[in-house]
């Protein structure tokens, strides 16, 4: 089983839709989960980190996680065309001796019609 | 703040040369990492530096070597160049703590081909 999983899309909403992204993982130790969001030809940006079950909210975007069930969501309000990009899923591996060392997905592609 | 900055950002080589990626940060933060993005394989990681003065095996750590020069900086050679090693490759930084991973902030890449 890959350790970070992420249905490869394409995901295809149109404009002003919810988005949501999927990504579960298997590692139960895990602490610290990340989105990131790579257009095409260019390197992964950060978009939101949680730590604790629940959501969190910044902006459009909202990011949920559920340890017991090792899931964890990106949700996108009011999505618009330049949201077009393919969004990874990140989760913590290691320890603190290991520089915290992260698992990224393959990720969802995501296309947003106007 | 020019945060995660990469050179080359192009490269060709020829099979069984060698090159030097070269990374540098400049937030001041303690761990270092080199990805490779390939199609349909995401990121693996390759080598990261979880201090200066330290550095492990990732993924992906045959045909490369790492060097963390200091705090800023930390490069990635391929001794022998082969056409496998063709791929994107990020250098990425992030603080460190001993409670909680920090986000990790990547460069802009250099898109590596090997002929």
């Known amino acids: 089983q890959k350790e970070v999983e992420q249905n490869s899309g394409p995901l295809s909403v149109p404009e002003g839709a919810i988005a949501s992204l999927n990504c579960t993982y298997s590692?139960?130790?895990?602490?610290?989960f990340f989105w990131y969001r790579q257009y095409s030809g260019k390197s992964p940006e950060l978009i939101m980190f949680?730590?604790?079950?629940g959501d969190k909210e910044d902006g459009r975007f909202t990011a949920q996680l559920n340890k017991a069930s090792q899931y964890v969501s990106l949700l996108i309000r009011d999505s618009q065309p330049s949201d077009s990009a393919t969004y990874l899923c990140?989760?913590?591996?290691?320890?603190?001796?290991?520089?915290?060392?992260?698992?990224f997905g393959k990720g969802t592609s995501l296309l947003v019609t106007p | 703040n020019a945060g995660v900055t990469q050179t080359p950002k192009f490269q060709v080589l020829k099979t069984g040369q060698s090159m030097t990626l070269q990374c540098a940060q400049d937030?001041?933060?303690?761990?270092m990492y080199w990805y490779r993005q390939d199609p349909g394989m995401g990121l693996r990681l390759i080598y990261y530096?979880?201090?200066?003065?330290?550095?492990d095996k990732g993924e992906v750590p045959n045909g490369y070597n790492v060097s963390r020069l200091n705090k800023r900086e930390f490069s990635l050679r391929l001794e022998s160049a082969a056409p496998s090693q063709t791929s994107v490759y990020f250098c990425?930084?992030?603080?460190?703590?001993?409670?909680?991973?920090?986000?990790?902030?990547f460069g802009p890449g250099t898109r590596l081909t090997v002929t």
């Open positions: 937030m001041n933060h303690n761990s």
């Open positions: 530096s979880a201090s200066e003065g330290t550095t």
């Open positions: 990425a930084s992030s603080a460190r703590t001993l409670q909680v991973a920090y986000e990790q902030y």
């Open positions: 590692d139960r130790g895990s602490q610290s």
């Open positions: 990140a989760v913590n591996k290691g320890n603190s001796n290991s520089g915290y060392a992260l698992n």
């Open positions: 949680i730590y604790s079950n």
